[in-house]
């Protein structure tokens, strides 16, 4: 039965015990209480009442409608077949209906009522049948009011599904579940099925695809969906809401119009909706109508239960009351707002973080802007207020998240002047570069993007990072635009640009002050305290001129001065402080500290100079056994205390390590320096405090290598403290005579120091000991002592004298003890000079015994070198002699061989024979080798020509060689130091090897003389013979003996000559070898000789050196005999 049945039509109602009926029409029922009347005396069947309490639910009699159901329950008729289907159907229509009430209902304990009634009915109709689907699917939409149950809802859908997979209902309620986890492609899926399935379908379900397509970014569609809704239902309120706020955000004049129409109509069907009261109050917001936000909002907050409803509510009342300068009001709802949805709604976050920023609470508004990063990483406003918040913080991690932040500020908008001067004042304490260069970037936005003026501040605050760069040309030049700006800006604010005239006149004198000009930079201050008497900074900085010039009472005056303005300024108690610790004045010193710590327990300057105070009297003399240990836990305890309230303070760090090396703790005491220099390489304290561990633990090498470090990086000038420190290392490593120096070098800057002058007399006192101590002094070491001693009693007896020496009391060390050891000292004084002269004399004797010993020896060397280049000389012209001969029997040789040409050629003209063309082909042959083979000679003699000019050459260069190695030789023999003795036994030695030597060589020489003899003879033979067979020729051709016999006599001729001419050539060979090998032995010897003079050299010094060695024996050997009559005399005396 359809809906149509309900409100049209008619119903009979049986009468008891009869035939007749009563017909009722739908369209116009009685009174129900009269109806109910009839259906409980009449005793009708159940299906009946349900039929009758529809009619009425369709008519909107709710009352009638409940109570026909209820009586149902009861009195209603349920002996016929199928009673269990509308029992069932009766039970879960009434829950149906109490839980569209509980839905609707604002009152919670009358929600709470419908809810539990629902309930108790749904388990009614359980008991009936658990798994009907209608039932399912009423009592699933019951579990949908509780979004806890939305599990249970779903695995009841999902039931009927399995049973059914287009039931409308069940894909409608499984959309619904997939939107409420914000999985709207789900939702969407399920509401087109549920559309496929029935095309009919109401207008709800037009108006959830709408809804799904919004939340994807569809708005088109979303928009259709809406307005099919709109014509399946033209009083659909949430199509209406849906299309007023998309065409709200269109942003556009008749969009905005068309919108506002809308929710105005939508407001008209349903005034209690509160989605359209809190977007009727939003656009109220902005036009300034804030009653009419206010009024709206909480008409809409009394007509929800929705958290998200109600944050959005809260915040509509507040960000009005917030406009307004209500912060109070705005601080309450914005944090309410936060309270009703904590996760998703981040708009009153922000309005709560600014609340509390007018509050001064940022630590709560950091965490209030660090949720809505949360939610939203790129949320630029956000990002910027967090860098603010975080740079104003101590903590040095906050100080990092702000960098970051305005680092990404920057990045995400290049253009935004305000963070880049943030971001530029946020660098300032640490990095200035950093810093320069963001208010660069600043100052190029302003000039052509905003295309306005550079502010004043922002040119003295570049020119205060220049002058901390000391770059003071370009802080000048920007406190000069800065002032010049300021000027032309008076007239308009003269109060707030006069008070930053003042700021920048005050740099300019702090510039000249730094640039040493101190007239300048006192006179400007002087012009500001004219005008403004109680800028206490003028009155400090004119002070510390005054300190740093020496005139100590008068920096004072001036720091009293500032103290007439105010107690409670801290400089100026610790500039007088610090004058007291100058002075070494103790006490005062603490109480001027201690003052500041009444204003402020917390100020960590005046906590570390108390620990300081407290270390340097553990340095001071004193009785008190525990006096000492009290003033280290109390030094201790100052220290601490900084290191709470600022773990990265390396003063206090250092501290801490001064106490412990005090303690004796030197390994943890130089573990603390190491991480302090890792801190900063820039605190010269730390690298002095290494290197006094380093002095304490005895690594002299390494302390004196810190100290120079320390005052190359950190002291342009003569630092006299720190040359004590490097006095006081090189002492203990005993080199005294770098003592001396770096000593004199600080009596250069302070010569009327008299701890300099002591330390200069114990250095002089030790260094002339240790010169007299040694028995090998010479004379110049001795009298250099001598003054030594004389200037170090001088000055322990002006330090006596001057009533000083009672100073130095405290480092165990006596002046007058001094003063008399080195009048001791200074009575042995004539016996340790004569003993350096008589040495000195000694030695003058033999250095010039040596001189003599190496002229004579330079003498020999060069006689001997002269006898050698002589000898060579004459064995060179031997062997020019030998090659001379050599060529002209060559010369001859060929003149020979011409001749003989020339004679076959005459024999052949006079016996005109005419030879067969088989003995031309023989002879041919050995005509050609014939000219092949003079051919070959004349190569080869060319070639001996060539060999001799470059033997020639070679010769010469080696003689020049020779000549060098005697030069040397000589320079060599002049470095030697032999005795005559030696010399005299090392020539006869060389001279019995020179002996061998030349027999040998002579003996190679005539060797060689005798094979070229030889070798002449033999040349002489063949042309003696060549001589013969050519006479023989000629007998021949003028005899009568045949053709054939002449034409063999002249093959046996060309054949000897061949034989000839080769032997020549082989003994020419030969002879070119024989030379060769005779002047490698030459060089051979040559090197020989050399080796052997370097080893007689070597030799010669190691027995002067052992002669030298027994001479000292003996000189000493001897002063011990001296000494020991000395002390015999002086016994018996």
């Not at 329950?73 to 209906?97: C, F, I, Q, V």
Request: charged share 30%.
């Amino acid at each position: 039965m359809n809906d149509a049945e309900y409100t049209s039509g008619s119903i009979e109602i049986p009468l008891k015990d009869s035939d007749e009926v009563i017909e009722l029409g739908l369209d116009q029922l009685p009174d129900g209480d009269e109806v109910l009347a009839i259906l409980i005396q009449e005793n009708c069947p159940l299906h009946v009442w349900i039929r009758l309490a529809i009619g009425y639910y369709k008519q909107a009699k709710l009352a009638d409608f409940v109570r026909i159901l209820e009586a149902s329950r009861t009195s209603a008729n349920t002996n016929y077949r199928g009673y269990e289907k509308d029992l069932l159907k009766a039970l879960d229509t009434l829950a149906a209906h109490y839980v569209q009430m509980a839905n609707k209902e604002k009152n919670k304990e009358l929600k709470k009522d419908y809810c539990s009634k629902a309930t108790v009915l749904y388990t009614s109709a359980d008991k009936i049948s658990m798994y009907d689907s209608d039932h399912l699917l009423s009592r699933a939409y019951f579990c949908l009011l509780d979004s806890d149950k939305l599990d249970q809802a779903d695995a009841q859908f999902n039931f009927v599904l399995s049973t059914n997979a287009y039931n409308v209902a069940a894909l409608v309620g499984k959309a619904s579940i997939a939107f409420n986890k914000k999985d709207y492609k789900t939702s969407l899926n399920y509401y087109k099925k549920a559309l496929k399935t029935n095309a009919n379908a109401p207008a709800g379900v037009r108006l959830g695809m709408g809804l799904c397509f919004y939340k994807l970014g569809k708005v088109p569609k979303a928009k259709l969906a809406f307005e099919r809704a709109l014509e399946l239902d033209g009083q659909c309120v949430g199509a209406l809401i849906g299309l007023s706020i998309i065409e709200l955000n269109n942003k556009t004049s008749e969009s905005t119009k068309l919108g506002v129409d809308l929710l105005s109509k939508a407001y008209k069907l349903d005034s209690k909706n509160p989605v359209i009261l809190n977007h009727l109050a939003n656009h109220f917001f902005y036009k300034k109508e804030y009653q009419k936000v206010q009024q709206l909002a909480m008409h809409a907050f009394h007509n929800t239960e929705n958290e998200l409803i109600r944050a959005e509510t809260c915040y509509q009342l507040a960000r009005s009351y917030h406009i307004q300068g209500d912060y109070d009001q705005a601080f309450q709802y914005y944090y309410q707002a936060t309270q009703f949805n904590s996760s998703s709604f981040i708009l009153p976050f922000f309005g709560l973080g600014q609340m509390y920023l007018h509050r001064n609470d940022s630590e709560n508004a950091a965490l209030c802007f660090e949720k809505v990063l949360k939610s939203s990483p790129n949320n630029y406003e956000a990002m910027k207020i967090l860098g603010s918040i975080y740079s104003n913080s101590k903590e040095a991690e906050k100080k990092e998240m702000a960098k970051a932040n305005f680092k990404k500020v920057t990045e995400l908008c290049p253009d935004d002047v305000e963070a880049w001067i943030e971001y530029a004042q946020l660098l300032e304490s640490h990095d200035i570069q950093g810093a320069l260069n963001a208010y660069g970037i600043a100052i190029k936005i302003l000039k052509e993007n905003v295309q306005e003026g550079i502010p004043p501040e922002i040119l003295n605050n570049v020119g205060s990072l220049y002058f901390r760069t000391g770059n003071f040309d370009e802080s000048k030049r920007h406190f000069e635009n800065a002032l010049r700006l300021v000027n032309n800006e008076l007239m308009h604010d003269k109060v707030y640009y006069g008070a930053i005239q003042t700021t920048i006149e005050y740099n300019i004198a702090r510039l000249h002050e730094a640039k040493h000009e101190y007239d300048m930079a006192e006179k400007s201050y002087r012009q500001i305290l004219s005008r403004h008497p109680q800028y206490i900074d003028c009155i400090l900085r004119i002070g510390c001129m005054c300190r740093d010039r020496g005139q100590i009472h008068e920096a004072s005056e001036w720091f009293k001065e500032a103290l007439r303005f105010t107690q409670t300024q801290p400089n100026s108690w610790s500039l007088l402080g610090n004058l007291h610790m100058d002075k070494e004045q103790l006490g005062p010193a603490q109480n001027q500290f201690e003052r500041i710590l009444k204003f402020n327990e917390q100020d960590t300057y005046a906590l570390c100079a108390l620990g300081n105070i407290w270390l340097h009297t553990l340095y001071q003399p004193s009785k008190e056994k525990d006096k000492g240990k009290r003033h280290e836990q109390r030094s201790l305890q100052m220290y601490k205390s900084v290191l709470k309230i600022d773990p990265r303070n390396i003063w206090a760090a250092n501290g801490v390590g001064c106490v412990l090396a005090h303690k004796g703790l030197l390994n943890e005491a130089r573990d603390i320096f190491a991480q302090v220099r890792e801190a900063t390489a820039d605190f010269s304290d730390v690298w002095l405090n290494i290197a006094h561990i380093l002095v304490e633990q005895k690594q002299y090498i390494r302390a004196i290598q810190m100290y120079e470090n320390c005052a190359k990086k950190f002291y342009k000038h003569t630092n006299t403290q720190l040359l004590l420190y490097l006095v006081r290392a090189l002492f203990r490593a005993n080199r005294l005579l770098e003592c001396k120096t770096m000593l004199l070098k600080a009596r250069h800057v302070a010569p009327d120091d008299t701890l300099l002058m002591f330390n200069m007399a114990l250095v002089q006192q030790k260094l002339a000991r240790q010169v007299m101590s040694d028995n090998k002094s010479n004379l110049k070491a001795v009298q250099s002592a001598m003054y030594d001693l004389k200037s170090a009693w001088k000055t322990f007896n002006y330090l006596i004298m001057s009533g000083e020496s009672d100073r130095f009391r405290e480092f165990k060390v006596d002046a007058k003890m001094e003063a008399k050891f080195c009048e001791d000292l200074l009575s042995q004084g004539k016996y340790h000079l004569t003993r350096a002269e008589r040495i000195d004399q000694e030695e003058k004797e033999m250095k010039r015994k040596q001189e003599q010993e190496i002229q004579q020896l330079k003498l020999k060397q060069m006689q001997e070198e002269m006898q050698r280049e002589k000898e060579l000389e004459e064995k060179r012209l031997a062997l020019e002699q030998k090659r001379a001969e050599f060529i002209k029997s060559t010369q001859s040789l060929m003149i020979v061989e011409a001749e003989k040409k020339s004679a076959k050629k005459r024999s052949k003209k006079e016996t005109g024979e005419v030879v067969s063309s088989a003995s031309e082909s023989d002879t041919a042959e050995p005509k050609s080798s014939k000219a092949k083979k003079s051919k070959s000679k004349k190569r080869r003699t060319a070639d001996i020509s060539d060999n001799d000019q470059a033997s020639q050459d070679s010769q010469e260069a080696r003689m020049s060689k020779s000549k060098k190695k005697s030069k040397s030789r000589i320079k060599n023999s002049i470095l030697s130091d032999d005795d005559d003795t030696q010399e005299d036994s090392d020539t006869e030695k060389s001279k019995s090897k020179k002996k061998k030597k030349n027999t040998s060589k002579s003996k190679s020489s005539s060797k060689h003389e005798s094979s070229k003899k030889a070798g002449d003879y033999k040349s002489r033979e063949y042309i003696s013979s060549s001589d013969d067979e050519g006479q023989e020729a000629k007998n021949a051709a003028t005899g009568d003996e045949s053709q054939d016999t002449n034409h063999d006599t002249q093959d046996n001729l060309s054949d000897l000559e061949e034989q000839n001419a080769d032997e020549t050539m082989q003994n020419a060979e030969e002879i070119e070898q024989d030379v060769e090998e005779e002047e490698g032995s030459v060089a051979e010897e040559e090197q020989e000789e050399e080796n052997e003079e370097g080893d007689n050299q070597v030799e010669e010094q190691e027995e002067e050196e052992d002669e030298v060695d027994e001479e000292a024996e003996q000189e000493e050997g001897n002063e011990s005999m001296v000494q020991g009559e000395q002390q015999s005399e002086e016994d018996n005396e």
